[in-house]
């Protein structure tokens, strides 16, 4: 077992919830779509070992719980090889996503399975971990590792010492101990009495210029990640169930590397809740809404409590408090963004065409969403169970909630002229 640190603190909560919801996979990761030929097995054990040098983690086997590592693992144990039905396209390398990620990762917690076949002069390499041994950001890092570009996180933190406790820090404690024991009631947006999951997860993508974002956060005074959710709010809509009591309560992850963790590998977020206003009628009140309920995100960012309840609560007790957080009473949904690299990266010598985000879907929901940024492009990752009826109208209609803010933000109509064209 490695030295306790902030990441290792964190990722331990993950881990002890997946012991306690074995039917439910808590990985994440992405796919690199690169433009040239497959690699061979010698090139991809070299990039393996790149990754594995990393972090130093990634080099054991998985353990069982409350039990050390299992030794350390070889490049072979970490590969998988699918050559995919010719000219098959997107519709078969996405088809095979899906089959690699419906079989969990069991004596590893992380992996790479090379699929090509499907489309000439192009292969996509899939990278999957379990969510304890890293988080987005440190995804990113390893990506930047595999493609030899500077900026790789360090894994090991150096020691803070425990912050002293006055006023400010008891009232936190307080807050966050009443946020977990006061009822929650957030919107199931699943069928009524259907439990999640009832099978593996479906994985839809859709994708936007970044700059197109942007310029409609700008236009609207507040951020890209605003926009994001306040699209996200009206697509939600038609799963709101008729007469709903409650609240579609995201739970949205917060990085907490602070300047002595700033380029460390390893899991250091937490989840901020964020209530999603999609009762308002528009796209812009919706906008205007989800910028008031992510306050708590910004206020978070700069505060130092905001860890307190598992900096106080015994290690063995983060996972019942991550469960009971989670819980699809208390959290309708996960709803996460990793910022990518803004110029395209190489892989193997071939370039990066897409990195498309890999979410996990905690136990009970039936939903998750991510937004992955890379070169200019935003790709929103729809995560969703067997049972929410029309998943894959999803990303379509979070397409056309940014067209319908666009419309009115960053394209004011004009006054008609009508008249003096038919004159």
């Known amino acids: ?71 350390p693992t070889e490049p072979a144990d970490h590969l998988e090889e699918i050559a995919l039905p010719a000219q098959g396209g997107d519709v078969a390398l996405h088809a095979a996503i899906e089959r690699v990620c419906a079989q969990p990762l069991t004596d590893v917690t992380w992996g790479m399975a090379l699929l090509h076949g499907h489309r000439d002069n192009e292969f996509a390499l899939l990278l999957r971990a379990h969510h304890g041994l890293l988080d ?107 007469r709903a009591t409650g609240t579609v309560r995201a739970m949205v992850p917060l990085n907490t590397r602070r300047s002595h963790t700033s380029t460390a590998l390893g899991n250091f977020h937490r989840g901020v809740p964020v209530a999603l206003p999609c009762h308002m009628p528009t796209a812009t009140e919706r906008l205007a809404a989800t910028h008031l309920a992510t306050a708590n995100i910004r206020t978070g960012r700069r505060d130092p409590d905001a860890d307190v309840l598992f900096e106080t609560l015994p290690t063995r007790w983060h996972g019942r408090a991550l469960a009971r957080a989670l819980d699809p009473r208390r959290t309708t949904m996960v709803v996460t963004h990793v ?35 890379y070169a200019g492009t935003a790709y929103l990752a729809v995560v969703a169970d067997p049972s929410l009826p029309n998943a894959d109208e999803l990303p379509a209609l979070w397409l056309a909630e940014l067209d319908a803010l666009e419309g009115v933000l960053t394209h004011p109509r004009r006054p008609s002229n009508a008249g003096a064209r038919s004159a």
């Open 136 to 242: 987005g950001m440190s995804l990113m890092g390893i990506t930047l590792a595999a493609a030899r570009e500077p900026g790789l996180p360090r894994r090991r933190t150096p020691p803070v010492p425990p912050p002293s406790w006055t006023t400010a820090r008891m009232r936190a404690l307080v807050r966050a101990v009443t946020g977990l024991a006061l009822p929650a009631h957030a919107i199931s947006l699943g069928p009524a009495r259907v439990q999640a999951p009832t099978g593996p997860p479906r994985r839809l993508w859709v994708h936007t210029p970044l700059p197109r974002m942007k310029a409609i956060a700008r236009a609207g005074g507040t951020s890209l990640n605003d926009v994001y959710l306040a699209a996200l709010a009206g697509a939600l809509r038609p799963w709101l169930p008729d």
């Open 339 to 373: 910022p990518g690299p803004a110029r395209p990266l190489e892989l193997l010598g071939h370039s990066i065409r897409a990195l498309l985000p890999l979410m996990f879907l905690p136990a009970g929901h039936h939903l998750s969403v991510c937004l992955g940024e």
């Open 1 to 71: 077992m490695h030295d306790h640190d902030d990441a290792t603190a964190t990722g331990e909560r993950w881990f002890d919830y997946a012991a306690a919801h074995p039917h439910t996979s808590m990985e994440i990761g992405g796919v690199a779509v690169v433009a040239g030929p497959a690699p061979s097995t010698v090139e991809l054990h070299a990039l393996i070992d790149l990754i594995r040098a990393a972090h130093p983690p990634l080099r054991d086997r998985a353990r069982a719980r409350g039990a050390n590592v299992g030794g």
